[in-house]
């Protein structure tokens, strides 16, 4: 182990795919987060990913949001390929391999990362507290108005009680989806 910083070794590390039973990647996913905390593995293996996206479901006239995996069978590995990190992600239980030739593994461009959408991406603060009055400006509840009741930094959340058939309902929204009044 060298002694760089953490960070300074996720500068490093490259986006991997990798092959797993369809319908186990989430499983894929919490198996392999939860050996890489019990291994001490956390400065070669740093983000798991199951690329995912939002969709309107329209079922017997009722709109509803689901999601849906963008890739079924695969799941994305930020890491630094080294005889460990491979052996630990190549024998989690549900991984049938890495994508690349052979048992060679291949890092993705970074073109196709960021067409895949996984990259981070450092989003500049919300400028609001609780009780700001705001309006919904994307989703089921656009135009909606609404008091802010609580915020979540690291997950980019903020929970809004917006006025509906005469009642408040506490709804949860991405911060990119209100705008202060």
């Not at 186990?24 to 995912?52: Q, S, W, Y």
């Not at 890739?71 to 890491?79: D, E, T």
Request: charged fraction near 35%; charge should be neutral.
């Amino acid at each position: 182990m060298t002694d760089r910083s953490r960070e300074e070794r996720a500068m490093d590390a490259r986006w991997y795919v990798v092959h797993t039973y369809s319908g186990h990647e989430n499983k894929v996913k919490a198996n392999l987060e939860k050996m890489v905390e019990n291994r001490g593995m956390r400065d070669d293996i740093f983000e798991v990913a199951v690329p995912t996206e939002e969709y309107m479901d329209n079922k017997g006239g009722k709109k509803k949001l689901k999601e849906r995996k963008l890739f079924p069978g695969y799941v994305l590995v930020k890491m630094i390929i080294n005889d460990e990190s491979w052996y630990l992600v190549r024998n989690t239980r549900g991984v049938t391999g890495f994508v690349g030739p052979g048992s060679k593994p291949v890092p993705l461009t970074d073109a196709e990362v960021k067409a895949l959408g996984v990259q981070e991406t450092i989003l500049p603060d919300i400028d609001l507290k609780v009780n700001d009055a705001v309006k919904v400006c994307s989703g089921p509840f656009e135009n909606f108005m609404g008091t802010v009741d609580s915020l979540n930094m690291e997950k980019r959340k903020v929970k809004v009680f917006v006025s509906m058939f005469g009642r408040e309902t506490l709804v949860e929204l991405d911060f990119d989806q209100v705008e202060k009044l």
